[in-house]
């Protein structure tokens, strides 16, 4: 298994919203990584108290911090990573299992295309018992921070 914890350190998140724990493989058109739910994770608090689930935006961020800003930051030219930022702009997602506190999710993506800046993916995630959580498409630009515009 490769270290990939120069990808991982580009990432633009910090916790709580940081949901990459480990990459796996990652070349110019796959990644697979992982991420463990934390069973203290801020949502849970309100998101079906008693019998927390992780809700689906958050399945989809984890899918898309994996999945699509991983991948993009590896298709970056390495002396620009500094420097762009991959941005989610939309996904096509099916929900088709519940994730619970400790669930370790594996997310699998595939890159569809990658030009002019913009990747679209085949994204996947499952649980430890390979029961699939949810999969579909989705799609980011990367862009430079410095044309990063903010209103």
């Given at each position: 298994?490769?270290?990939?914890?120069?990808?991982?350190?580009f990432?633009?998140?910090?916790?709580?919203?940081?949901?990459?724990?480990?990459?796996?493989?990652?070349?110019?058109?796959?990644?697979?990584?992982?991420y463990?739910?934390?069973?203290?994770?801020?949502?849970?608090?309100?998101?079906?108290?008693?019998?927390?689930?992780?809700p689906?935006?958050?399945?989809?961020?984890?899918?898309?911090?994996?999945?699509?800003?991983?991948?993009?930051?590896?298709?970056?030219?390495?002396?620009?990573?500094?420097?762009?930022?991959?941005?989610?702009?939309?996904?096509?997602?099916?929900?088709?299992?519940?994730?619970?506190?400790?669930?370790?999710?594996?997310?699998?993506?595939?890159?569809?295309?990658?030009?002019?800046?913009?990747?679209?993916?085949?994204?996947?995630?499952?649980?430890e018992?390979?029961?699939?959580?949810?999969?579909?498409?989705?799609?980011g630009?990367?862009?430079?921070?410095?044309?990063?515009?903010?209103?």
């Amino acid at each position: 298994m490769s270290d990939y914890s120069d990808i991982i350190s580009f990432l633009p998140y910090k916790d709580p919203f940081h949901f990459v724990n480990e990459l796996i493989e990652l070349n110019d058109n796959q990644v697979v990584g992982r991420y463990r739910i934390k069973k203290n994770e801020y949502y849970f608090e309100g998101h079906f108290p008693g019998d927390p689930i992780v809700p689906g935006a958050i399945l989809g961020e984890i899918m898309a911090q994996i999945g699509l800003v991983c991948l993009g930051l590896h298709l970056s030219k390495p002396e620009e990573r500094a420097y762009v930022m991959p941005v989610f702009t939309s996904m096509s997602v099916d929900f088709l299992s519940f994730a619970k506190p400790d669930d370790l999710l594996t997310v699998y993506s595939e890159k569809i295309y990658f030009r002019f800046g913009k990747l679209k993916c085949r994204v996947s995630c499952k649980k430890e018992n390979d029961i699939e959580v949810a999969n579909g498409s989705m799609s980011g630009i990367i862009i430079n921070k410095t044309d990063r515009i903010e209103k």
